[in-house]
């Protein structure tokens, strides 16, 4: 179960059908008109991996298999009071067919890294995603601080044994 100390803890899932990858272009709130994977908060008494899988069904109606954890990067903005921990998983694929929400519109893209569209992507991604679609797919932890929200300031990225 997730203990919610002095982060924030949020999920953040690439889900995988064959050669291509399941994203999806946010339609409001935070990192709104930004492509991205799909997640949200950690609830109270959830695992984070519960909470993943519930984000995956809750934002475009497929149902994630092979859930797993791939790494996790944690967010400091200079304009939010707790930094974020965002846990990133990937889904090697799904049942059910994806469809638009209020939160979400979803769009297929080719699983290789030239096609993934990182001009619409925070600016966090381009460092990350190398590693994510990896084929050996190692983990990774991240720090990333943001100033006024968007503005990447610096960043360190690490492969690491363990999460
Ligand atoms: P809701 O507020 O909609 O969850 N998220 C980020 N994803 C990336 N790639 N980069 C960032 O850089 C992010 N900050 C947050 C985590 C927000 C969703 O957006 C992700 C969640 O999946 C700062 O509940």
């Known amino acids: 179960t997730a203990s919610d100390g002095d982060v924030k803890l949020l999920t953040l899932a690439v889900v995988r059908r064959g ?5 999806g272009r946010k339609k409001r709130g935070f990192g709104e008109g930004y492509v991205n994977g799909f ?8 695992t984070i991996a519960a909470a993943a899988a519930r984000e995956i069904r809750e934002e475009c109606g497929v149902t994630p298999l092979g859930l797993c954890q791939r790494g996790i990067l944690t967010f400091a903005f200079d304009d939010q009071p ?20 209020d939160e979400m519109a979803p769009e297929f893209f080719e699983a290789k890294l030239e096609a993934i569209p990182f001009d619409k992507m925070w600016a966090d991604d381009r460092y990350w995603w190398p590693l994510l679609l ?11 601080a943001f100033e006024r929200t968007h503005e990447l300031r610096w960043w360190r990225l690490q492969e690491v044994a363990a999460l």
């Open 39 to 46: 997640g949200g908060k950690v609830e109270p008494g959830e």
């Open 82 to 101: 707790r930094p974020w921990e965002v846990h990133v998983f990937t889904a090697s694929d799904f049942t059910g067919e994806p469809y638009e929400t």
């Open 134 to 144: 990896r084929a050996d797919e190692p983990l990774f932890a991240g720090l990333f």
């Open 19 to 23: 050669g291509r990858l399941l994203l």
